[in-house]
């Protein structure tokens, strides 16, 4: 029994509730228990907060999985204008629902049990329950023809530079505030959006070149010129992997990596990927703090970014 005892850690200490309990104060609490994705989630906040306060750091923030219509653009865009993002990496879909908000439109509660038939007929996408009708489709299509005919013929942009070219446009929303605050947003897969299918249109009777390899150089100077590199990673997909390639071919891996995820692991697909994994290939270092905290980052990631601007400010 007392060699069993010596290999146990920390007691579990049970969590007490209390009115008006802080984000920071539950989340104290949680890591008192400790356990399963509850205690990866304390972890992630204390990770969080020491790759913030590294003045060495370079901060990566990787954006997939349909965040934007969840409500958790804003968040992202918070952020950015808090100087806690160096370097954005989204999915071309979550740029094109931040225009649509930036534009006045807006995505609805729905319901995930519905006839979606019925709601094809009534000219109303869903996104599991949310919904977003036409109309709003129709407005970004009317913002982008007009925002892209400010660039001249014949112009040869990076997806980086049209990103801040349609941002300047902007005035709320994560491209807006990343173009305001200089901060780039890559966006590799961009053609696999209705971002990427517009200016797809509106090029048919212009000449302007998105060169696709243009960010690259941009990104790995980047990487190489981080003393300190931390990831936070919201789902996996081409952003996750964008910014591992890019930093796993500098010297050194990432030095602080979160991941919020709901995919499994034994799958083999990048977005259930575990954070070992990646150390396998250098892109984690090998005495890195990381964690990967399962479960729906439309509650893991607030919680996060509450709980460590609430120790941030309590400096």
Same mark, same amino acid.
């Given at each position: 029994?007392?060699?069993?005892?010596? *290999?146990?850690?920390? @007691?579990?200490?049970?969590?007490?509730?209390? @009115?008006?309990?802080? &984000?920071?104060?539950? &989340?104290?609490?949680?890591?008192?228990?400790?356990?399963?994705?509850?205690?990866?989630? =304390?972890?992630? &906040?204390?990770?969080?907060? =020491?790759?913030?306060?590294? *003045?060495?750091?370079? $901060?990566?923030?990787?954006?997939?999985?349909?965040?934007? %219509?969840?409500?958790?653009?804003?968040?992202?865009?918070?952020?950015?204008?808090?100087?806690?993002?160096?370097?954005?990496?989204?999915?071309?879909?979550?740029?094109?629902?931040?225009?649509?908000?930036?534009?006045?439109?807006?995505?609805?509660?729905?319901?995930?049990?519905?006839?979606?038939?019925?709601?094809?007929?009534? *000219?109303?996408?869903?996104?599991? /329950?949310?919904?977003? %009708? /036409?109309?709003?489709?129709?407005?970004?299509?009317?913002?982008?023809?007009? #925002?892209?005919?400010?660039?001249?013929?014949?112009?040869?942009?990076?997806?980086? *530079?049209?990103?801040?070219?349609?941002?300047?446009?902007?005035?709320?929303?994560?491209?807006?505030?990343?173009? $305001?605050? /200089?901060? @780039?947003?890559? #966006? %590799? =897969?961009?053609?696999?959006?209705?971002?990427?299918?517009?200016?797809?249109?509106?090029?048919?009777?212009?000449?302007?070149?998105?060169?696709?390899?243009?960010?690259?150089?941009?990104?790995?100077?980047?990487?190489?010129?981080?003393?300190?590199?931390?990831?936070?990673? &919201?789902?996996?997909?081409? %952003? $996750?992997?964008?910014?591992?390639?890019?930093?796993?071919?500098?010297?050194?891996?990432?030095?602080? =990596? !979160?991941?919020?995820?709901?995919?499994?692991?034994?799958?083999?697909?990048?977005?259930?990927?575990?954070?070992?994994?990646?150390?396998?290939?250098?892109?984690?270092?090998?005495?890195?703090?990381?964690?990967?905290?399962?479960?729906?980052?439309? !509650?893991?990631? @607030?919680?996060?970014?509450?709980?460590?601007?609430?120790?941030? $400010?309590?400096?």
């Amino acid at each position: 029994m007392e060699s069993n005892r010596e *290999e146990c850690g920390d @007691p579990v200490r049970q969590v007490h509730l209390s @009115p008006n309990m802080t &984000v920071d104060r539950l &989340v104290r609490a949680i890591a008192g228990a400790g356990a399963y994705n509850g205690g990866s989630l =304390a972890r992630a &906040v204390d990770i969080y907060e =020491a790759m913030l306060r590294d *003045e060495k750091a370079t $901060k990566f923030f990787g954006l997939a999985g349909a965040m934007v %219509p969840a409500g958790m653009g804003g968040i992202v865009s918070d952020l950015i204008e808090q100087g806690h993002i160096d370097i954005l990496v989204s999915t071309g879909a979550n740029l094109t629902h931040d225009t649509i908000e930036a534009i006045g439109c807006h995505h609805y509660h729905g319901t995930a049990v519905c006839d979606d038939v019925e709601l094809r007929h009534e *000219e109303i996408n869903r996104i599991y /329950d949310i919904f977003l %009708p /036409d109309e709003a489709f129709i407005h970004f299509e009317e913002f982008m023809q007009e #925002c892209l005919s400010d660039i001249p013929d014949r112009t040869t942009l990076s997806i980086s *530079e049209l990103l801040r070219h349609i941002g300047s446009h902007l005035e709320t929303g994560i491209l807006a505030t990343a173009a $305001k605050n /200089d901060i @780039p947003v890559f #966006c %590799p =897969a961009v053609q696999d959006s209705m971002l990427g299918l517009q200016f797809w249109f509106y090029n048919q009777a212009h000449h302007i070149t998105v060169d696709a390899f243009g960010d690259m150089k941009t990104i790995i100077d980047r990487c190489y010129a981080a003393e300190h590199a931390g990831a936070f990673l &919201v789902g996996g997909g081409v %952003p $996750k992997n964008f910014i591992f390639q890019s930093k796993m071919i500098t010297p050194d891996g990432f030095t602080y =990596a !979160i991941q919020l995820t709901g995919d499994r692991p034994d799958l083999g697909g990048l977005s259930g990927a575990t954070l070992s994994e990646a150390q396998s290939w250098g892109k984690i270092n090998e005495d890195a703090a990381a964690v990967t905290v399962y479960g729906d980052a439309t !509650i893991t990631l @607030p919680v996060i970014a509450a709980a460590v601007l609430e120790r941030l $400010k309590h400096d």
